[in-house]
């Protein structure tokens, strides 16, 4: 998810990492009700389909910059949220669409500032990477390598000052884990012992960088081991494992108990964006993990053998995901650009 120092390689497979600790499958699975699958599959799909169509209004010149696409890791914030209060707070870097969308931020306002339009949840002055919304308790949205653990870290300290029985979940990517500011987080949170999550989405490449060839500790839940921090790997690619695993996290957090590592084992079916080839592994590798773990299939053939909804009834949430993603995007390219006099807000001049 975040950028890494060394220079890409020829194509070739990862070396195979080992399964999750709670990625067993069958009767050891967290069982999910009607209601959740129905509202996984909706949540995750939304997420898949929105980024899709972003990634074509940035192949026509629409969205300009950067774009970091969340195809492939949706499990990952659907569960967490679904495990999480609203009064609870997220952040995370610039691979953020789909966490605005899954704490429930407008589709229509996403796109707008995708696109740079005066509608946009920043009034088109942030794009892809910078959006925030109060209202949905989310932060960001932020450019800067693993600045979001330190940021995070403070909406923790600003809960326990405040005696808010809130937590904040902290997002931030395998490569980002190698900064410094992390781990001056990890030790603060720790220390006070901060309602805090650290959310790991190891996608296995930091920028074009395997995991094995940048980090000397691959198993990213032990980061914090030398803070006493707590934490687990989880299969991130199955949102019942993520929502099982964020539930307990969040519990420990808000109990009081201090900070916890959640390791999500998941995958990017896109480069680390718009503008990357992802020529540093091999096709096969990528048909690989859409055909045997992609999260939203797996919700999809669970709700289809349980006979919670039919071929027609997912046909009909794929159409009205798609209608909302249509509506988005139109929505997005007929607003107008920002006013010039726009450069002149939201700037804190200093003397």
Not at 247 to 265: D, F, N, Q, T, V
Request: with cysteine; net charge neutral; proline share 4%.
């Amino acid at each position: 998810m975040a950028r890494a120092a060394a220079s890409a390689k020829p194509a070739r497979t990862a070396p195979k990492r080992k399964p999750a600790t709670n990625a067993v499958k069958g009767d050891n699975a967290p069982v999910f009700t009607r209601d959740e699958e129905l509202h996984a599959y909706r949540e995750m799909l939304l997420i898949r389909r929105f980024e899709e169509k972003s990634g074509q209004l940035y192949g026509m010149g629409e969205i300009g910059g950067f774009c970091h696409l969340y195809i492939g890791q949706e499990a990952v914030v659907t569960g967490v949220q679904m495990a999480a209060r609203p009064t609870d707070r997220s952040i995370t870097g610039y691979r953020d669409h789909g966490h605005m969308l899954a704490v429930g931020m407008d589709p229509n306002g996403i796109m707008a500032e995708l696109t740079g339009r005066a509608a946009g949840l920043s009034k088109g002055k942030g794009g892809s990477m910078h959006m925030f919304s109060t209202e949905k308790r989310f932060y960001g949205g932020n450019g800067i390598v693993g600045a979001q653990a330190s940021l995070g870290t403070g909406l923790a300290f600003a809960a326990k000052y405040r005696g808010d029985d809130e937590v904040a979940l902290v997002y931030f990517g395998d490569g980002a884990s190698n900064q410094g500011q992390v781990y001056e987080s990890f030790n603060m949170a720790k220390l006070w012992k901060l309602p805090v999550v650290y959310i790991v989405e190891n996608n296995r490449y930091a920028m074009g960088t395997s995991l094995e060839r940048g980090s000397s500790q691959t198993d990213l839940s032990q980061r914090g081991a030398s803070f006493n921090i707590p934490g687990e790997q989880v299969d991130g690619m199955d949102v019942r494992f993520v929502r099982d695993a964020a539930a307990r996290a969040i519990e420990h957090a808000r109990s009081g108990k201090g900070p916890y590592i959640l390791e999500m084992l998941t995958y990017r079916y896109r480069g680390h964006s718009m503008s990357d080839p992802a020529k540093y592994r091999s096709k096969d590798e990528v048909q690989t993990m859409r055909a045997e773990h992609d999260p939203i299939e797996q919700v999809k053939a669970r709700i289809l053998a349980s006979k919670y909804a039919s071929e027609d009834d997912l046909k009909s949430v794929e159409k009205n995901v798609r209608d909302i993603v249509t509506k988005a995007a139109d929505f997005a390219t007929a607003a107008p650009y920002p006013d010039p006099s726009e450069l002149w807000t939201d700037v804190v001049l200093s003397a």
